[in-house]
């Protein structure tokens, strides 16, 4: 097993995701948050465990912070203009995500797609080339593409973190599936591989803090989340409360 311990404290984490300028452009990054300096230095005040950044934003920007908090460099990514059956390619080798600082890298898999084999493929050599440096791998596991019905519903979303035990991931982030009872079934389907939970659209704290403890409740290690964080007007505080739940399990 790859030693967590950069990324985790008492084996649970929180994450805060910045890779969205590819997945869903500038129109999620409002205010402040179009700027990297300003998410970087949000996470290093809020205590984050990591900052997840595609290579380009960690090439200029994590320099200044390398020093402060642990860099996770998603590998693949993919706009939200392309149409038809999601394809996320790779467009960061892991020996260009250590050369950036990384201490683990992310992936993800569109399980359900047509392209699914390809994905398959290349997170199977991520995987292997990561041994080399004895880093994490945390794969994204979004069930999507014409197969997939129900991409939130309990069955799919043990499914999504079982594929990603079964790939070799040391991590998965998941999407919520509505419940703590379905997601002690999703954290059950990833056996020895970590669950965290994918944040979503901005809702409201009340609602947000609520699935926080559900995930936590059912075995999660943590969150890795973006936008119900730095959409806020004060992310630090949701982030006080967040860890509050996450540290004290
Ligand atoms: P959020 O917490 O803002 O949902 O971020 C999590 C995340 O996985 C990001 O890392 C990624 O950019 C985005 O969601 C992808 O979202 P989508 O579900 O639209 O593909």
């Known amino acids: 097993m790859v030693d967590l311990s950069k990324i985790t404290t008492n084996g ?10 590819i997945e869903h452009g500038p129109v999620d990054l409002k205010g402040k948050s179009i700027d990297p300096n300003y998410i970087l230095s949000l996470a290093v005040r809020g205590g984050y465990n990591a900052v997840v950044l595609q290579k380009g934003i960690a090439e200029k920007y994590y320099p200044a912070y390398q020093e402060k908090i642990p860099l996770i460099v998603k590998l693949n990514g993919k706009t939200r203009l392309v149409k038809g059956e999601p394809l996320s390619g790779q467009i960061c080798s892991v020996a260009e995500a250590v050369e950036l600082g990384a201490s683990a890298v992310g992936y993800t898999v569109y399980l359900g797609s047509q392209h699914e084999a390809k994905m398959f493929k290349e997170f199977s050599q991520i995987e292997q080339e990561a041994e080399k440096y004895n880093l994490a791998v945390i794969g994204w596991m979004y069930p999507r593409g014409k197969g997939v019905k129900d991409d939130d519903s309990p069955e799919i979303t043990a499914y999504a973190a ?12 998941i999407k919520y599936c509505g419940s703590k009872e379905c997601f002690i079934q999703a954290v059950k389907a990833a056996g020895k591989t970590k669950v965290v939970l994918s944040g979503g659209p901005k809702i409201s704290d009340k609602e947000f803090l ?13 969150i890795a ?25």
């Open 12 to 21: 649970k984490a929180i994450y805060l995701a910045y890779d969205h300028g």
């Open 162 to 173: 079982r594929v990603g035990l079964e790939l070799g991931a040391d991590i998965v982030k």
């Open 210 to 222: 609520e699935i926080v403890k559900n995930i936590m409740a059912a075995g999660a290690i943590g």
């Open 225 to 249: 989340v973006g936008r119900n964080v730095w959409q806020r007007e004060n992310p630090l505080e949701i982030t006080q409360k967040i860890k509050e739940i996450v540290f004290s399990n």
